[in-house]
C-alpha cells in the first residue's frame, strides 16, 4: 500500500505547485530542513508528486506534497501535469511559487484552487536573484488582493514567514471532523464487531477499526470487541444492552438481527462516509440502486492498490450483491489508488470504498466532480446498508 498505510491520511496535505525550476523542491527542503527533494537546474526534476511528512510547530505531523510544475509539455509532460492535478485534489492548502514575471498559469492555479475553496498562499521565491519582485507583488495582490511572502529557499529567508501563514491560513473544518461525532460520550459502552476473514490483514486491524478504537478510548467509553461468530456472546457478558454497535458492513444484517432493541447500530464504513466524505449525498445517491437496470454501469473506487484477494468487497462481494438485485447485465467497472475518470457521464453510480486511506479533501474533491456531472455517488458501507434493506435502521452521524 505504500504511501498511505500510516495515518497520514488524516494529515493537513500541503501542496507546493508551480513553474518547473521555480524552486519548489528546494522549498520543501527549507521547510523540511533536510535535503530530502531532489532539486537541480534541469526543468523537470520532480517527475512523480513526492509525499513527505514535517513536524510544523503549532500544526503537528504534515504531509508536504512536491509536485512536478504544472508548466510541463510534450506527452510524458502532459501526464506529469495530470498527476499534478492529483495531488491538486489532495491539498488543503496550496502554496504556489511565482519565479518570473510572467504569472499568468500561476494565478489561473490560485483561482482554480480559491474556486475549490482551498486557501492559497502566494510565494515570490528566488528574491535573492529577481530584480523587480514588486512588480510580481502588485500583479498577485491586483489579481487575488492577497499579499505574497517574498522569500530565497536557498538561504531561507522568509521561511518563517511561510509556516506562519500555513498556520493562519488553516482550513476551518481541518482536525475537527470526529469519526463517532456525538454518538457516544464518558462511560458510555460500545461494542466493535469486527470479522477478521480473509480480507483482514495478518497481524493487524485495519485503519478505520484502529482509528474508531482510539476515538472511542479517548472519549473515555467502554469497549468491546469481538468477531462476528462471537455476537451473541459478547451481547450477554453486558450488563445492559451497549449503547452503541459498530459493525463491519459486511455482517451488518446478522448484527441487526441479533441486536437488542435500545441499542445504536452503524457501521465503520458508514461512519468514515461522514468521517470522509458526504454522508448525504451518499445516502440520496443509495436511492439510484433501485433504478440500475441490465443496461446500468457501475463505477467502483477503491483506494487501496492492493492485489484483490478471493471474496474482496470491491471486485467481488458488492458486484455479486448488485447483479443479484439488478441482473448478470449490469456492467461494473473497477478503478483503484488514484485513478478516477474525468468523464463520469457513462455511469449511473459510483461506489467509493470507505477511503480510509484518501484524505477528506481528496474524497470531497470526488464528489464535487460527481455532483458536477449529475452522477449519484456514495461508498460501501451505504450500498450494503441500502442493498440489506437497513439504511432506515442504521445511525448515521
Ligand atoms: N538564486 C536562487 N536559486 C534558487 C532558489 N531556489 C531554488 N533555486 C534554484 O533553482 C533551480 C531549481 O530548483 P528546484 O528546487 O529543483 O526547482 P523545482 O521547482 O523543484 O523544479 P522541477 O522539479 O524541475 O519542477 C535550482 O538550481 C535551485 O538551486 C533561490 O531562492 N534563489
Ligand atoms: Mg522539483
Known amino acids: 500500500m505504500g504511501l498511505y498505510d500510516t495515518p497520514r ?53 504534515c504531509v508536504l506534497i512536491d509536485t512536478a510544475g504544472f508548466d510541463d509539455s510534450g506527452y510524458l509532460g502532459q501526464m506529469r501535469v495530470e498527476k499534478t492535478r492529483v495531488a491538486m485534489d489532495k491539498t488543503d492548502v496550496a502554496l504556489i511559487v511565482c519565479s518570473e514575471e510572467d504569472i499568468t498559469q500561476e494565478l489561473e492555479w490560485a483561482k482554480e484552487f480559491k474556486a475549490r475553496k482551498a486557501p492559497v498562499i502566494m510565494v515570490i521565491n528566488k528574491i535573492d536573484q529577481i530584480r523587480n519582485t514588486d512588480k510580481i507583488r502588485n500583479k498577485i495582490f491586483e489579481a487575488l488582493k492577497v499579499e505574497p511572502v517574498k522569500i530565497s529557499a536557498i538561504s531561507k529567508a ?12 488553516l482550513p476551518e473544518d481541518f482536525d475537527a471532523k470526529s469519526i463517532t461525532g456525538d454518538l457516544v460520550g464518558e462511560g458510555d459502552t460500545v461494542l466493535l464487531v469486527m470479522p477478521q476473514d480473509i480480507q483482514a490483514p495478518k497481524g493487524r486491524l485495519i485503519l478505520p477499526q484502529v482509528q474508531t478504537l482510539r476515538e472511542l478510548l479517548d472519549k473515555k ?20 444492552p451497549p449503547k452503541l454497535i459498530i459493525t463491519d458492513s459486511q455482517v451488518f444484517q446478522l448484527v441487526y438481527d441479533k441486536k437488542p432493541e435500545q441499542s445504536m447500530l452503524t457501521s465503520f464504513s458508514v461512519l468514515y462516509a461522514s468521517h470522509k466524505g458526504d454522508i448525504d449525498y451518499f445516502v440520496t445517491s443509495a436511492e439510484a440502486i433501485n433504478k440500475l437496470t441490465e443496461n446500468s454501469k457501475v463505477l467502483i473506487t477503491e483506494a487501496c492498490t492492493h492485489v484483490p484477494l478471493t471474496e474482496d468487497i470491491g471486485r467481488e462481494k458488492l458486484p455479486r450483491m448488485l447483479k443479484k438485485k439488478v441482473g448478470e447485465g449490469l456492467t461494473i467497472v473497477n478503478v483503484s489508488g488514484n485513478d478516477f475518470p474525468k468523464d463520469l457521464s457513462e455511469y449511473d453510480l459510483i461506489i467509493q470504498c470507505g477511503a480510509c486511506m484518501f484524505n477528506r479533501k481528496y474524497v470531497m474533491n470526488r464528489v464535487e466532480k460527481a455532483k458536477k456531472q449529475n452522477i449519484p455517488m456514495t461508498n460501501y458501507g451505504v450500498t450494503i446498508a441500502y442493498l440489506t434493506d437497513i439504511l432506515d435502521k442504521i445511525t448515521l452521524i
Open 9 to 61: 491520511a488524516n494529515q493537513l496535505h500541503i501542496g507546493i505547485f508551480g513553474k518547473r525550476n521555480s524552486g519548489k523542491s528546494t522549498l520543501i527542503n527549507a521547510l523540511t530542513g533536510h535535503n530530502t527533494a531532489l532539486v537541480s537546474d534541469v526543468a523537470g526534476t520532480t517527475t512523480d508528486p513526492v509525499y513527505k511528512t514535517i513536524e510544523i510547530y503549532g500544526i503537528g505531523p
Open 158 to 169: 522568509g521561511i518563517e514567514k511561510v509556516r506562519e501563514e500555513i498556520i493562519r491560513n
Open 221 to 240: 467509553c467502554i469497549v468491546l470487541s469481538c468477531t462476528s461468530d462471537k455476537l451473541e456472546e459478547a451481547l450477554a457478558s453486558f450488563a445492559k
